[in-house]
């Protein structure tokens, strides 16, 4: 081993990829090896994938490491042969910036003795991409010791001296996603028996939400549900002067008796309009609602509580400053007016235009690939043949992902054939920021939609204490996240709700991302406990001493939409929970979904 300085050590972040056509993950003992070796060695496993020998597979994943700010050493095994199915090589080349002619050569070298002759076959190679050191290994577990042992130790060690490669990558940036990617990665299937908790899931999936769109700058007259890109400060006082907050008469308080009193009409004041003179003692001017007040008056006299005779007006006695809405009362000049990361609502818009705001910074749509999946699937309007039903969720699902801001690219429904599905993926992937199926991936189904996103990227399936909506499908497609619904239509609008909107604001730049639920009596009894938490489509009525209770739909099915065009919101029952009638439990509105 090379010696080492006195130089402090630097724990790269390393990310390991298998090329294999037969490998999965409990049986690839060549990547176990790598990653073995560089946590021994005290670098951090960022991610880790396994593709099939693909040129297009590979580099897919590779051009996504080599964007991602966090990767900073790419490890690869496999498809480094003379085989017709070995293209490593010709996948990694092209997106070199600089070739490491030197490995290549080094690894026969010091191969000799592990692999023999077979060393002559390898066309092991190294190069640097966008920071990122590159390097492609055979694919035995003794080819991947030799390279680690013999070279790659030391080249990664920052205390060897100026002959290594640390000082040549790209700075070290982890975030909260990539550290818990090892460990979601390292459970593929979340089917063990064991059901995984909703706000668990909902946890994992916000800490593993990509960066927010970029950033545009937009007219405030189109800005009403987009998200905030930067802090917003009033560039005045709001209200901009002592303004009437009734129809009226200003006047000084003062000059109004205990019993009350009469004073002198001196002028007329309305909305748009202003007065220089000073109001002189025993004087009062007629005004109008947001009318500023002429100096020297401090309150205002509804005109109802007046009476008028002629140019003598008699008021009654009134408190100092009634009626009159004070200078900066609302918004003081630089104090902040919305913080990075709400969306805009109609009142925000409104503040936004009351300080004069024409223009802001907002993040880009969130761009989401919709895609159907199952040959069953026919469009309204359609004839149906037996065994079809009409296409229900891609509907349900693309109304929710418009009302919550998103760009909404609809793919259609997929042909049920395998190179079909890759396509479909693959051209979805490289025009929008996540993608997401409804159907036809679930634990344990044998279909082409699953086949194909495992080629182009991963696939991890979770079975969510949650009713409905039980499975739920979570990865990547080519380097973008991927989230598969369930394919009952109540099952996918409940998940929907509860579980991806979360994520797909955040992804957005949102930071109040979860609904509040408020408490209510029941207006039911739940004797049976369940082991999932429930969203039961429910509706507030009054009872007969006039309060709301929640009322339970008879028909809670996964399969039927009727109880949730009924319903005004979810009642959530616990797991393992009963319920006494008028028992408080946790209403969330769908007004809280939007």
Known sequence: MAHLTQRSFVSLNIAVLTISDTRTFDTDTSGQTLVERLEG????????????????????RVSQWIADPQVQVILMTGGTGFTARDNTPQAVLPLLDKQVDG?????????????????????????MSNGVLVCCMPGSPGACRTA?????????????GPCNFVAHLKPSVRTSAQRLRGAVMNTRVCDSGQLMPVDEAIEQLLAQAPPAPPTEVIPLGQAAGRVIAEELFSPLD???????????YALRAADVPEQGGYLVLAGRIAAGHSSDELLQAGQTVRIFTGAPLPPGADSV???????????????????????????????QRGQRLLRVGQRLRAQEVGLLASAGIPWVKVYRPLRVCLLSSGDELREPGESLAPGQIYNSNRHLVTALLRGWGVEVLDYGVMADALAASRDALILASSECDLLLTTGGVSVGEEDHLKQAIQELGRVDFWRLAIQPGKPLAFGEVAGKPWIGLPGNPSAALITALVVVRPFLLRAQGVERVLPVPVQVPAGFEWPTPNKRRQYLRARLSP????????????????????????????????????????????????????
């Open 238 to 248: 709001l209200p901009c002067w002592d303004n009437s907050a009734m129809d009226g």
């Open 103 to 127: 490995f290549g050569e080094l690894f026969r070298q010091v191969s000799l003795a592990e692999i023999g002759m077979s060393t002559l076959q390898s066309r092991a190679l190294a190069g």
């Open 301 to 331: 006299v509804p005109q109802e509580r007046c009476r008028v005779y002629g140019q003598r007006i008699w008021c009654p006695p009134l408190r100092l400053g009634e009626h009159v809405r004070k200078r900066g009362e609302e918004m």
């Open 41 to 60: 060695a005290g670098h951090v496993l960022i991610d880790r994938g396994l593709v099939m020998d693909d040129i297009y597979q590979i580099r897919a």
């Open 543 to 594: 009872g007969a001493d006039g309060q709301l209770r929640a009322v339970l739909h008879p028909q809670q099915s996964s399969a039927m939409l009727t109880a949730a065009c009924w319903a005004d919101g979810l009642v959530i029952v616990e797991r393992e929970q009963l319920l006494l009638k008028d028992a408080p439990v946790p209403f969330l509105s769908f007004a809280e979904f939007q």
């Open 148 to 160: 680690w042992d013999q070279i790659l130790l030391s080249q990664l060690d920052s205390r060897t």
